[in-house]
């Protein structure tokens, strides 16, 4: 069985960072994207960041040059950097690992933003 556990999340000003770890355990194997998506309350789940087995990168327009992603398929470790933290980034952080065949998924970690 295959579990995502995320960590750092938590309250911080606006202008303030968070570094949020994510790890896999159990059998997965091959793993080609790793990625994180967020959730606000009364909105549908968005992507945020991922990155390939090839360390490819991609972003979201809204935090493009705010946070960092990054991570080893190997390992079966991801991490997203963010800095300069706004009060909409304020959700409920996700992070997910596929490969060809499935979709894994954590139980997310909370990140207030305060203004």
């Known amino acids: 069985q295959v579990h995502l556990v995320e960590s750092g999340g938590g309250l911080v000003q606006a202008g303030g960072s968070l570094r949020l770890s994510c790890a896999a355990s159990g059998s997965i194997f091959s793993i080609n994207v790793m990625g994180w998506y967020r959730q606000a309350p009364g909105t549908q789940r968005e992507l945020v960041a991922t990155v390939t087995s090839s360390y490819s990168t991609n972003y979201a327009d809204s935090v493009k040059g705010r946070f960092t992603i990054s991570g080893d398929t190997i390992q079966k470790t991801v991490f997203l950097q963010m800095n300069n933290l706004k009060p909409e980034d304020t959700a409920v952080y996700y992070c997910?690992?596929?490969?060809?065949?499935?979709?894994?998924w954590g139980q997310g970690t909370q990140v207030t933003v305060s203004s």
């Open positions: 997910r690992m596929s490969n060809l065949r499935n979709d894994y």
